[in-house]
Every structure is written in C-alpha cells, then in structure tokens.
C-alpha cells in the first residue's frame, strides 16, 4: 500500500537504478505535508483577518513580553526578513488597528511598534486556535515520533539547508 510518492519513486527506481532516491523520498514528504498543512493553518489566520507573515508579528510582538513592544530592526531579524518586508506587514496591521508606531524616546530617529489592546486580544485568539489545530495535524504521530522527528528536522535545518550563505535573509 503506497501514496503518490511511492509511485513516483518507484517509476524512477526502474528508469534509473542507478540513483540513491532517498533524499527525494525526504524531501518530496516534506514538500507534500506542507502544501497540505498550509491551508489548514491560514485559516486559523484568515478567520480573523490575517495573514501567516501578520500573525507571526504579532506573535513576535506577544513573546517580547508586556509592554509588548519591539522596534522594527529587532521584528526583521527574529523573523529572519527584510526590512522593506516588515514595512509593509506593519502598514497593514497598523491601518487594521492591531499594532501602533510610536517615535522611540531613547532615538527620535527610530519608533517602536506595540500591540494595541486589540492586537493583544487578536493574538491570544488565534494562537490558542492555532496550537489546538497543529495538535490536531500532529495527531498521527506519539510523542515521541514528534521528539524525533524535532531531533531530525533541527539536524537537517542545522546543514547545508540552514546554510545558504545569504545570512538567512527572506
């Protein structure tokens, strides 16, 4: 009993023996838990009018702890993005009221940006669905196939994967 990858990895066995296809195995189940996963997890965000990128800033902004308040420069780099990209993520969620920007009185050249009271409320919200619904795709899986599995994906991660070279930049 197999799935579409088994398929394809059988038909390229018998064309080219020659190949260890095992990596493609990894990765080709990678690839496919995540075009499956995706759409499950936005709608947890798109429920409340987010996107993916909008709630993980302010899922940033929540874990820095009350006042809940990071400047953008620090937001780029624990979200591993360009600057450009964070301006754009803030403007939308600044207009929809969830995050203000205030001139920073320790650099007037600099602002920071803090969840609003919505903002708090809307990442509370959505996380405890979010974790809720991760747990349920994670179901299939024991504790400790999720251990290691979590010990795997942290060594792939920590290869050439991790190591593009480009600084990790987005």
């Known amino acids: 009993m197999g799935d579409a990858i088994d398929g394809i990895l ?4 018998r064309e080219r023996p020659d190949l260890d296809l095992s990596a493609m195995d990894v990765f080709g ?9 995706v759409p499950q997890v936005d709608r947890v965000f798109t429920k409340r009018g987010l996107r993916q990128g909008e709630f993980d800033v302010l899922a940033a902004l929540r ?10 420069s620090e937001l780029s780099e624990v979200l591993m993005m360009s600057r450009a990209g964070m301006t ?13 920007r205030n001139l920073d009185p320790a650099d007037r050249r600099s602002f920071r940006v803090r969840l609003t009271e919505e903002g708090l409320r809307i990442v509370d919200d ?45």
């Open 10 to 13: 059988e038909q390229w066995r």
């Open 29 to 37: 189940r990678l690839a496919q838990a995540m075009r499956l996963m």
């Open 63 to 72: 874990r820095a702890g009350a006042p809940y308040t990071l400047i953008p």
């Open 88 to 100: 754009n993520r803030l403007d939308r969620l600044e207009a929809a009221g969830l995050v203000e």
């Open 126 to 170: 959505a996380l405890t669905e979010h974790a809720a619904n991760l747990a349920r795709l994670a179901s299939p899986l024991t504790r400790e196939d999720m251990e290691t599995l979590t010990v795997l994906m942290r060594k792939l991660v920590s290869g050439p994967l991790g190591n593009r070279g480009d600084g990790g930049a987005q």
